[in-house]
Every structure is written in structure tokens, then in C-alpha cells.
């Protein structure tokens, strides 16, 4: 069964630094595309990053490029979004989800999501 569950989550002052974590069990690593989207109040899903089966390429929404890395370690099935400098704007639920092959912006492409996790940039 596949299960993705998010962490890392909280209150962080702008310009600071989180690190989210995306665990993943039942899905092979090798095969599957893994992605962060995330949704302010009032918003859609927002693409944020995503990575293939392969390292390369890694795909990053242009709100947050140059500010998050994606990254992922097969070995112990976590996917990470390291993010710095953050801004008010970057208030939202953050959520992984996967899908078999490549990456796509279209949230529907996704078969499998996690519960999400609640960043808040505030002083």
C-alpha cells in the first residue's frame, strides 16, 4: 500500500530556513516521480518542485526558484524540500505526492498524496 506522510512543518520568521520531509512506503523510488505542491487559503495547488525516477531533471515553480531545493535519498525513501529565505507568500499547506514515470504540473496527475503539513512565515 502506498503511503506518503509529510513533515517539518511550523512557524518560521521570514528569511528563515525549514526543511520538509516526505516518507514514503510501498512506492518504488526507481519508478516514480515525486513532487511537492502546496495551497494557500483561498488558492489552488501550486506546483512547487518535483523530481523524476531519475536524480535529473528536477522541475521548481518559479515563485520559488533560486530559494528551494528538492532533493530525495532512494535508501531511506524520503524526499525533502530545503527552503530558505522564505516569504509571507509562502504560508501554506505543503503536500508530496507521486506518480508513476515523470513529473507533471497537473496535480491530477498524481495518484497518491500525503496529509500535508502547515507552514506559516510570520514574524
Known amino acids: 500500500q502506498v503511503q506518503l506522510v509529510e513533515s517539518g512543518g511550523g512557524l518560521v520568521q521570514p528569511g528563515g530556513s525549514l526543511r520538509l520531509s516526505c516518507a514514503a512506503s510501498g512506492v518504488p523510488l526507481e519508478h516514480y516521480a515525486i513532487a511537492w505542491f502546496r495551497q494557500a487559503p483561498g488558492k489552488g495547488r501550486e506546483g512547487v518542485a518535483c523530481?523524476?525516477?531519475?536524480?535529473?531533471?528536477?522541475y521548481y515553480g518559479d515563485s520559488v526558484k533560486g530559494r528551494f531545493t528538492m532533493s530525495r535519498d532512494k535508501a531511506k525513501r524520503l524526499a525533502y524540500l530545503q527552503m530558505n529565505s522564505l516569504k509571507p507568500e509562502d504560508s501554506a499547506v505543503y503536500y508530496c505526492?507521486?506518480?508513476?514515470?515523470?513529473?507533471?504540473?497537473?496535480?491530477?496527475?498524481?495518484?497518491?498524496w500525503g496529509q500535508g503539513t502547515q507552514v506559516t512565515v510570520s514574524s
Open positions: 523530481i523524476d525516477s531519475s536524480p535529473e531533471p528536477t
Open positions: 505526492a507521486s506518480v508513476v514515470g515523470i513529473c507533471y504540473n497537473n496535480d491530477r496527475m498524481f495518484a497518491h
